[in-house]
């Protein structure tokens, strides 16, 4: 009893000091309000119009920037479906096995008729011990969350969540917006920074005369701090925005940046790219209204994705349960394990050839000639 409650009393804690940076990044951010709006714009601008359009501007970029934050922290990641879990008679089979290829047939079975076409660096299926469960195409284990999480890019600790399938868009809109709001305060405080660092431009001086230039000491300070504190975030958010519009541009995760996907023909860093168009849209969804918007609008279930694999997994079944999974749950319209993907994920593959294994030799070489030797698999 005493481990079990040192243990909770622990993760009590950690999930405390978790919410640390989190809180640092909120405190930043009411302090630059309270700067710009009273400091900067009320007490210091004297023109009127001015004054109005950097505080409706202003106030633009902060809602967004607060809202995708938001959005970001509070969208719980998206966890592997029901059908990734082991039974529990296939949990059962599994315990008694105490030999590992006798467990990866066990496991080759039940991945059989789901749509996994990644493997681990051995060429293994990738099953997860702590979530007794077959890994998705993408997912991995979050040690901190202690979870499986799908697509997952990294874990943040300045939003205290898992940036994944469920909320990737959001952290991308939060990195640019909050990257604009840099921006905008640093091109908007530059010149009473100016006016305020050359008044003490002289190498002896004394505060008062340093001050000179701007209504109050006070003023000038916040104004001095704002426009240090907001050049530095902005690089230092200029290089994470680039690199990961970089990702987005490759169809890749952070995960799969350090370590690309192993699939049954071997290691391919692009096996999920589909083109720079298709895969932004898998990020931000098909319209166009909603790609600034905070809100949830990328394409598929997160389980299964699309690929273009020059080599065919030699294991995935062509029926019924492999590529007839697709077929069937896109002619039905249910949601996984029959229909793998959304008929808008479906989409990204209608401008490129397709694959589907025939039971006919002739159909495979009419299909060969056509797409030209290079085969795109709808392993989503």
Not at 122 to 138: H, M, N, T, W
Not at 153 to 180: E, I, Q, R, T
Not at 279 to 286: A, I, L, M, T, Y
Request: glycine share 6%; with cysteine.
């Amino acid at each position: 009893m005493a481990p079990s409650g040192s243990r909770s009393i622990k993760r009590g804690c950690q999930r405390v000091l978790y919410w640390i940076p989190v809180l640092f990044i909120a405190l930043i951010v009411a302090w630059s309000y309270y700067a710009y709006v009273l400091q900067l714009c009320i007490e210091s601008i004297e023109d009127t119009g001015q004054k109005v359009v950097y505080l409706l501007v202003y106030h633009a970029v902060f809602i967004m920037f607060v809202w995708a934050y938001w959005q970001t922290i509070f969208t719980r990641p998206m966890n592997p479906l029901k059908e990734f879990h082991l039974s529990y008679s296939d949990k059962e089979l599994l315990e008694r096995e105490d030999r590992g290829e006798s467990q990866q047939e066990i496991l080759r079975r039940i991945a059989k008729d789901l749509p996994i076409y990644t493997r681990t660096n051995s060429g293994a299926i990738r099953f997860c011990d702590r979530c007794q469960l077959l890994k998705p195409d993408r997912c991995h284990h979050c040690s901190v969350c202690d979870r499986c999480i799908l697509k997952m890019d990294h874990h943040c600790p300045w939003v205290n969540n898992c940036v994944g399938f469920s909320n990737y868009k959001h952290f991308m809109l939060f990195l640019a917006y909050s990257l604009l709001y840099c921006l905008f305060i640093t091109a908007t405080d530059l010149q009473y920074f100016i006016k305020f660092w050359t008044a003490g431009g002289r190498a002896h001086f004394r505060l008062k005369e340093y001050l000179n230039g701007l209504p109050d000491t006070q003023a000038k300070f916040h104004i001095l701090f704002l426009f240090f504190s907001a050049s530095m975030f902005s690089v230092s958010l200029a290089s994470l925005f680039i690199y990961h519009c970089w990702l987005v541009c490759k169809n890749r995760s952070t995960l799969e940046a350090v370590r690309a996907p192993v699939f049954r023909h071997g290691t391919d860093k692009n096996g999920f790219s589909l083109g720079f168009s298709k895969n932004f849209h898998q990020v931000f969804g098909d319209e166009v209204k909603y790609w600034p918007v905070p809100i949830f609008s990328s394409l598929g279930d997160g389980c299964s994705f699309p690929s273009c694999l020059v080599n065919l997994d030699p294991e995935q079944p062509s029926s019924p349960s492999g590529s007839n999974l697709a077929n069937k749950g896109a002619a039905e319209g249910r949601q996984f394990p029959s229909k793998p993907l959304r008929e808008s994920q479906s989409r990204l593959l209608t401008s490129t050839p397709s694959w589907t294994e025939n039971d006919s030799a002739t159909e495979k070489n009419k299909k060969g000639a056509n797409n030209d030797g290079l085969t795109i698999e709808n392993e989503a």
